[in-house]
């Protein structure tokens, strides 16, 4: 049993950790512990300290030592005295923002339901729902806190619901998916932020008293900031010392808040950013939030990241698509742009088979009249002059020299050069009353009117029906600037965001639903919205637009930390390359694409034939190992700002291990760079069955322990960026 209840404390366990709360004597929950397993009642911790200025709850009366603004709490709100950040707010008819919810009762069952209309962790791998009941009584508002227990993963997924059985109309002004209270501790705070082409690099930076805010305001979850973050000691390293996830199941805007408080305890909450979400709740309504997923490790990030690829690999991506090693792609949109035509592309695919590439994937400008991009999105038909005839007869061009055939489309927008805009000009979200607000010449569809779902179906649904289409890059290359929707009368608009989401959600669930057998790879100008959201329906995502090798080592390693690698889209591109100038090695190219669902985007009939015998090389290499890649456990080998970037990836019965990585620099008057692996049964020993170089490593048996603790030695780089790889095997 992964769920417990004596004497009004409630423990969660998982294989790892305990999570634990109790219900106080004003039925208050009270958070106690999240953390190792330490076998007890955490309660002889809470301490009832009179604080100067931090109020008492109405019940407490005249006792100074009960409030709330100084409780670790598990779902605070506005209206108790906590002056804190908080997770919930309600507003009456009568205007006032007061909301008070105390324990009522709860439940558990085996397993766990679906969240109507959003992505969750589905029940693929072993779970129990703990469902404590809520209740303001002044107010006639239930609500049910979610606790979904996956023992084996170390993953609490946690999300609320409320409910208005009063006669009156609520409204919600903030719904947090969760909160989590940890005690007085001095802790770092790693954030994954960007832009565009710079996604998920790693922030670490030490919290101190005061609130900071990681959120997106964009319609997306962003480049900016990833809706996941972690919480550290200050000490904790790769593989030391404690940390805390939380990542959001959620693709539109967000926030994450995390405040130090003035006694030095931290809190942390996260969930559909309040500044862009308002919901009414007529009497007898309900509203969910989409799901936080918790995770700690007393092991370091690597522990950590574990647990999350675990969840995302088991519980997040279509089942059918789980550790599935996918095809080797050939992407036309860095060899051509608008620039091409069926011709061109057959072309490409015959180069590309030769090199054993197995998929085509027809990026940007197949249809309506798009040759440029201000031109044609929303008009979803194949624009058969440019491609010389029906996008059936390419794709059998492309199926006759053995390859698949994948397809670009941008659902959610549409160019006001386009027949669907002539048609259905009020389908672009924009404010009436004031102009469009461009980007990328670009205006976003309302999808939270259900006839533009409707419209994106249909079209979708011909596409995928008429021609045999393997895979599906979905793209959305804008954020969304503008919120008003003609669907939703005017005290509603405010929920027009989140019911864009919601209309996002439903269209892709019934399109992958129609299409089991299609890929769907998510994209939005690269990394964009790469969260748990989309790879519920997306199993894998275009990491960046940045191709660039160099860049793109940080990008992946950042993305690492919460997202598996088969999540990760990745390229070869030409060189220079077209968004750095950058000129990398083929060899390093292929290294860091190779961590990631694999291929290539660059025009191979400018290759000479040397470039092509590697690539062929590669492409043999990648399909190889891609079971270890999509199967093993992922382990970074060096941080991000080292002048080389290693990784490896160890199968679960740790028979089998693949060491790859790119020194970057190569200083005059130094030893040989080392690695230690990582992952390895120290006890068995080890034979090198292939490797990209000389080392002393290659050629002896070395046992798990003397790889990880003394490592290999790399060969002698001269010049930069040179690409190096190991596959060791288990000497039974
Ligand atoms: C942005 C994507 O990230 C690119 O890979 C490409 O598909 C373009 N959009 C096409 O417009």
């Given at each position: ?13 998982t294989k790892n950790t ?16 999240y953390g190792k ?116 993963l170390d993953i609490i ?30 802790m770092d705070?790693i954030?994954f ?9 790693l922030?670490r ?23 996941a973050f972690i919480l550290a000691g200050?000490?904790t390293t790769e593989t030391c010392g404690s940390c805390y996830g939380m990542m ?45 997923f918790l995770s700690f490790s007393s092991r370091g990030f690597e522990q950590l990241s574990h647990n999350y690829h675990g969840l995302i ?245 950042g993305?690492s930390f919460f997202y598996p ?68 456990d992922y382990y970074r ?96």
């Amino acid at each position: 049993m992964s769920i417990a209840f004596d004497q009004g404390v409630f423990t969660l366990t998982t294989k790892n950790t305990m999570y634990q709360f109790m219900t106080d004597r004003y039925h208050v929950l009270i958070h106690l512990w999240y953390g190792k397993n330490t076998h007890c009642d955490m309660s002889y911790l809470v301490d009832y300290p009179d604080v100067a200025f931090s109020p008492s709850v109405f019940d407490a009366g005249r006792d100074r030592t009960y409030s709330l603004d100084t409780r670790l709490q598990e779902y605070p709100v506005q209206g108790t005295g906590d002056l804190r950040i908080v997770g919930g707010k309600v507003k009456t008819p009568d205007g006032c923002s007061s909301l008070d919810l105390r324990f009522e009762g709860f439940s558990a069952e085996k397993g766990r339901a679906p969240i109507e209309g959003l992505p969750y962790a589905r029940a693929e791998a072993e779970c129990e729902t703990l469902i404590i009941h809520l209740r303001d009584s002044v107010l006639d508002l239930n609500a049910k806190l979610y606790y979904v227990v996956f023992e084996e993963l170390d993953i609490i997924a946690r999300h609320i619901r409320f409910e208005n059985s009063s006669d009156q109309t609520l409204i919600l002004e903030q719904a947090a998916s969760a909160v989590l209270d940890l005690p007085n501790e001095d802790m770092d705070l790693i954030s994954f932020s960007g832009r565009h082409a710079q996604e998920r690099q790693l922030i670490r930076r030490s919290l101190e008293q005061g609130t900071v805010s990681l959120d997106s305001k964009r319609g997306t979850s962003s480049h900016q900031q990833n809706p996941a973050f972690i919480l550290a000691g200050k000490d904790t390293t790769e593989t030391c010392g404690s940390c805390y996830g939380m990542m959001l199941a959620y693709s539109g805007s967000f926030q994450a808040l995390v405040e130090k408080d003035p006694l030095g305890q931290i809190r942390a909450v996260m969930g559909i950013h309040p500044d862009l979400f308002e919901w009414v709740l007529e009497p007898g309504q309900s509203f969910e939030t989409p799901e936080v997923f918790l995770s700690f490790s007393s092991r370091g990030f690597e522990q950590l990241s574990h647990n999350y690829h675990g969840l995302i690999n088991t519980c997040i991506v279509p089942a059918r698509f789980q550790n599935t090693p996918r095809d080797v792609v050939i992407n036309n949109w860095e060899a051509t742009y608008f620039d091409f035509d069926g011709d061109k592309i057959a072309a490409i695919a015959g180069e590309a088979a030769a090199l054993g590439i197995d998929m085509l994937v027809l990026d940007d400008g197949w249809f309506g009249s798009r040759n440029n991009d201000s031109q044609a999105l929303g008009d979803w038909f194949v624009n058969e002059e440019k491609l010389g005839g029906s996008l059936q007869q390419l794709i059998e061009r492309i199926h006759a020299k053995g390859m698949k055939f994948g397809l670009w489309i941008e659902p959610e927008m549409i160019s006001e050069e386009s027949r669907l805009y002539q048609e259905h000009p009020e389908w672009a979200l924009s404010i009436p009353a004031r102009g469009c607000i461009r980007c990328r010449y670009q205006l976003n569809l309302d999808l939270s009117n259900p006839d533009v779902q409707e419209y994106l179906f249909e079209r979708m649904d011909a596409l995928l029906s008429e021609n045999e289409i393997d895979y599906i890059k979905w793209d959305m290359n804008r954020p969304i600037a503008q919120w008003y929707s003609p669907c939703w009368p005017a005290d509603r608009q405010k929920e027009v965001p989140h019911r864009y989401m919601l209309g996002l959600y439903a269209l892709l669930n019934r399109i992958t639903q129609a299409h089991p057998g299609v890929l769907f790879e998510g994209c939005s100008g690269g990394g964009g919205r790469f969260d748990a959201g989309m790879l519920f329906y997306h199993p894998q995502i275009w990491t960046s637009d940045n191709t660039d090798a160099h860049d793109r080592t940080r990008i992946q390693y950042g993305t690492s930390f919460f997202y598996p690698v088969s999540a990760m889209s990745a390229h070869v591109s030409a060189v220079p390359n077209h968004q750095t100038g950058r000129v990398t090695s083929l060899s390093t190219r292929g290294a860091v694409a190779m961590a990631g669902s694999f291929g290539y985007e660059l025009d191979l009939s400018k290759l000479s034939g040397e470039e092509k015998r590697e690539i062929r090389e590669q492409v043999g290499w990648y399909k190889q190992l891609r079971p270890l890649i999509f199967q093993g456990d992922y382990y970074r080998l060096t941080g991000a700002d080292e002048n080389r970037s290693f990784w490896m990836f160890v199968s679960k019965d740790k028979r089998k291990a693949f060491v790859e990585g790119v020194v970057y620099e190569h200083k005059p008057t130094a030893l040989r760079h080392r690695i230690r692996l990582k992952g390895l049964d120290p006890d068995a020993w080890y034979r090198c069955i292939g490797a990209s170089f000389e080392s002393p490593a290659v050629h002896q048996i070395l046992s798990g322990e003397a790889l990880m603790s003394g490592g290999c030695l790399l060969d002698y780089s001269w010049g930069y960026d040179k690409a190096m790889a190991l596959v060791f095997e288990k000497v039974e």
